[in-house]
Nanobody
């Protein structure tokens, strides 16, 4: 059973930076597209950034130019570097690994709170 564990969340001031990590229990990331999603209170979960198996990246318009997703397959870890954080970035951030056959794996989420 694959497990994903997010870390790196916490409280940060507006304009600051934070890096989230998503560590997998197995070598899943080399065969999966991986994405970061977030869910704010009272809102639907939304896609923030995705990195495909080929290494292409896709970002939500709201984070373009501020967030960067990257992967280290050797460490079975995917990162989300978040810069110029805004209060509206406050949410629980989740990691998703999507494999073509095995399906989707979600992490438990990590809270990011940006104070104004």
């Amino acid at each position: 059973q694959v497990q994903l564990v997010e870390s790196g969340g916490g409280l940060v001031q507006a304009g600051g930076s934070q890096r989230l990590s998503c560590a997998a229990s197995g070598s899943i990331f080399s065969t999966a597209a991986v994405g970061w999603y977030r869910q704010a209170p009272g809102k639907q979960r939304e896609s923030v950034a995705i990195i495909t198996r080929a290494g292409s990246t896709i970002y939500a318009d709201s984070v373009k130019g501020r967030f960067t997703i990257s992967r280290d397959n050797a460490k079975n870890t995917v990162y989300l570097q978040m810069n110029s954080l805004k209060p509206e970035d406050t949410a629980v951030y989740y990691c998703l690994a999507r494999q073509p056959v095995a399906g989707d794996y979600w992490g438990q989420g990590t809270q990011v709170t940006v104070s104004s």
